[in-house]
C-alpha cells in the first residue's frame, strides 16, 4: 500500500521558516513525480509545489513562489518542502502527494502566528 508520512509542522512567527518532510513507502519513490498540498478547514485541498522523478522541474503556486523550495532525496524515499518568509496565510494541514494515482498522505499542521 502506498504510504506517505508528512513531519515538521508547528507553530511559527510570521517570518519564520518550517522545513516539512515526508517519508515515501509502498511503492517505487524515484520513479514519481510528487507534489505537495494543503488544505484550511472549509475549503478544497490545493496543491502548493510539484516535482519530477528526478527534481530537475518544479513548479509552485504563485502565492509560494520564491519562498518555498520543494526538493526530494530519492535515496531515502523522502520528499521535502522549505518554507521561508512564511505568513499568516500559509497556515493549514499540508499534505505530501504521489501525482500518479492522485494519492495524498497523512498531514501535518503549520501553524503562522505572533
Known amino acids: 500500500d502506498v504510504q506517505l508520512q508528512a513531519s515538521g509542522g508547528g507553530l511559527v512567527q510570521p517570518g519564520g521558516s518550517l522545513r516539512l518532510s515526508c517519508v515515501a513507502s509502498?511503492?517505487?519513490?524515484?520513479?514519481?513525480?510528487m507534489r505537495w498540498g494543503r488544505q484550511v478547514p472549509g475549503k478544497h485541498l490545493e496543491w502548493v509545489a510539484y516535482i519530477n522523478t528526478d527534481g530537475g522541474t518544479t513548479h509552485y503556486r504563485n502565492a509560494v513562489k520564491g519562498r518555498f523550495t520543494i526538493s526530494r532525496d530519492n535515496a531515502k524515499n523522502t520528499l521535502y518542502l522549505q518554507m521561508n518568509s512564511l505568513k499568516p496565510e500559509d497556515t493549514a494541514v499540508y499534505y505530501c502527494?504521489?501525482?500518479?494515482?492522485?494519492?495524498w498522505g497523512q498531514g501535518t499542521q503549520v501553524t503562522v502566528s505572533s
Open positions: 502527494g504521489k501525482v500518479s494515482g492522485g494519492y
Open positions: 509502498g511503492f517505487t519513490f524515484s520513479s514519481n513525480d
